[in-house]
């Protein structure tokens, strides 16, 4: 089931999804140069961020709850059905890598550890490793919160530079041994996110150049779905970017199971703890623009994620 290749009609309906100007879309890079390509990344990085969510709603609201990864379906859920939708990260990341692939990019899959302040976890997260030139880049568009928010290159040596974020934060790499390794000639990268100029960086998670593989997905996308153990299908979750008026990314907007929050520029700006179902239900469609079905709605009922 590897990634599809969209049709110039679906590329185009994928990038007027992304809020991107038509004079800006391009339904292939195959003519840029490298500069020009990673420029193109970029944007299309920031838009996804700003346009589809990191959520994890049909673990909640659905009859099925049940998640797949095929591309026709991921195409349908977030691109054809317009509903404001999105997914988790091997929803988002599987169908932004199949729009890569068929603008021309060179990219493959690789999967990560999520740091949980204690430990590592299992192989949880997917990200997207594009090579432009002779040039690795790390792009990620499904983890939500300190997720990066730009194209990251892989460089060891000398080390990456910290990377723009949603100001005042900023993103690095690291090429280290990582926390519970026995070898300590073992090297992952991990992505660290600094909130503050004065705070320090802290790990998000790490991720190997290994290529993975569609039946290695299937067996992440398993666990991540189907455990009680994990956070996924204990409680609701979503975010989304806010994007400013000079096309960068300002702030975000979440919900974290009853809460909902919006920050710009790393402030505060609005808090509201939902007290029945029917305010978290208004709020999707209010601020993610997310209208769910009554089949969907009933879904979650009985749900440890319920509000009661």
């Known amino acids: 089931m590897s990634p599809a290749l969209y049709t110039p009609t679906q590329i185009s309906a994928y990038l007027t999804r992304l809020a991107i100007p038509a004079s800006s879309q391009k339904t292939s890079i195959t003519s840029l140069d490298p500069d020009s390509a990673l420029t193109y990344l970029a944007l299309l990085q920031r838009h996804h961020l700003a346009t589809i969510p990191f959520e994890n709603l049909t673990l909640h609201y659905s009859p099925h709850h049940q998640i797949t990864l095929h591309p026709d379906e991921l195409y349908r859920k977030i691109i054809g059905d317009a509903n404001g939708r999105g997914g988790y990260c091997m929803e988002n990341n599987s169908l932004f890598g199949a729009l890569l692939k068929s603008l021309g990019y060179e990219v493959y899959s690789a999967g990560g550890r999520v740091w949980t302040g204690e430990t590592w976890t299992g192989w949880s997260h997917k990200i997207n490793i594009v090579k432009i030139g002779p040039q ?16 990251m290159p892989l460089s060891s040596s000398p080390p990456s530079a910290p ?85 960068e990314l300002v702030g975000s907007v979440s919900v974290n199971q009853d809460v909902l929050k919006k920050r710009i520029n790393g402030a ?15 709020a999707l469609e209010e601020y993610f623009g997310i209208k769910l079905t009554e089949a969907e709605r009933d879904g979650i009922r009985g749900l440890p994620s319920e509000i009661k």
């Not at 690795?136 to 194209?151: C, L, N």
């Open 268 to 282: 505060k700006e609005l808090e509201i703890k939902f007290a029945s179902e029917a305010e978290r239900v208004g």
């Open 136 to 151: 690795k880049f790390h792009v990620d568009v499904g983890f939500g919160g300190p997720g990066p928010t730009t194209p």
């Open 163 to 247: 990377q723009p974020h949603i100001s005042p934060a900023t993103a690095r790499l690291q090429w280290k041994n990582i926390t519970g390794n026995t070898d300590s000639d073992q090297r992952l990268w991990v992505y660290e996110h600094k909130p503050t100029a004065d705070a320090d960086f802290t790990p998000v998670y790490c991720f190997t150049e290994l290529e993975f593989l569609d039946n290695d997905y299937q067996i992440m996308n398993y666990f991540t779905s189907t455990s009680n153990k994990i956070f996924f299908t204990r409680m609701v979750m979503l975010d989304r970017k806010v994007m400013g008026e000079g096309g």
